[in-house]
């Protein structure tokens, strides 16, 4: 038995996301996502411009007037939403946490993978898979994806995109389109998500939060990385160590997004404070155009 507070959020992010799916992302999606390929539907009789090479020759034969065959795409696609639930998205320093922002577009991909007839599957990590469910179709089905995204507690620290991206290599036989969203923040995953780009259409999108790339002047601080457990102060009002220590996090995350155009991996950046349709729009407006 689901408790009704659970049912009732779940219930408030489907009202809030249903809007964005019906008006915005639901065309975005299915013409940016495209099927396996075309499957046969049916005959039809000949028309003047009508590509002769799909003349049906025993129907034609049996009929005697010219029929060609019609073929139509073959929409239902797989779709992962692969989601980094570690201690570092229990981070914001606006109005949100960087895990309610991945949560909530989430949900967004996953209501709009439901409404073109899609199966939506979900994989929650940390430094290990934490929980998986198989792809599916069905309202049912995304609402308890979106119940997992809500209340599924980590059990571990830290962040491994490699476990996860090995995972998903192995359960993901058949190519399906893969939105890992994560900060990113980790080591050694490249070799990994090279792999996964190769086999699976797979879209990165990266939720920050801006103080993490402008750290602010709030004087000594005690900072804690919520994954490795360690502390350490930063004296925010030397304006010298402040912005060497903005530098470097600055570079980590320039450098990201340098290694993920160098295999070719599509990312999309969106902040805390950010209203997170307009980049989603963007990118899908942009590789439409690619296509």
Known sequence: MIPKEILRKVRHIEIRTRGLVND?????????????????????????GDDIRLIDWNVTARSNEPHVKVFEEERELTVYLVVDISSS??????????????????AVLGFSAIKNKDKVGLI???????KY??????????????RELLYH????QGTSLTNVLDFLLKVAKRKSVVFIISDFIDEKYWKQLRMVNQKHDAIGIRIYDPAELD??????????????????????????ERKLYNQQVLAQFKGIKKECDQIQFDLIDIATNDDFVEPLMK?????????
């Open 24 to 48: 915005l992302f639901g065309g975005e999606y299915h013409s940016v996502f495209k099927g396996r390929g075309m499957t046969f539907s049916e005959v039809r009789e000949y028309q003047p």
């Open 89 to 106: 998205g229990i981070f914001g320093s606006i109005d949100k946490f960087k895990k309610d922002l991945g949560t909530e577009i989430a």
């Open 124 to 130: 929650l990590f940390s430094n290990d898979v934490e």
């Open 133 to 146: 469910i198989p792809p599916k179709k069905g309202r049912s089905h995304v609402l308890r994806v979106i």
């Open 153 to 156: 507690k980590a059990e571990r």
């Open 215 to 240: 750290f602010p002047d709030i004087g000594h601080q005690k900072v804690h990385d919520p994954e490795t457990g360690e502390s350490f102060w930063i004296d925010t009002r030397k304006s010298k």
């Open 283 to 291: 990118y899908f407006k942009l590789r439409e155009l690619r296509s």
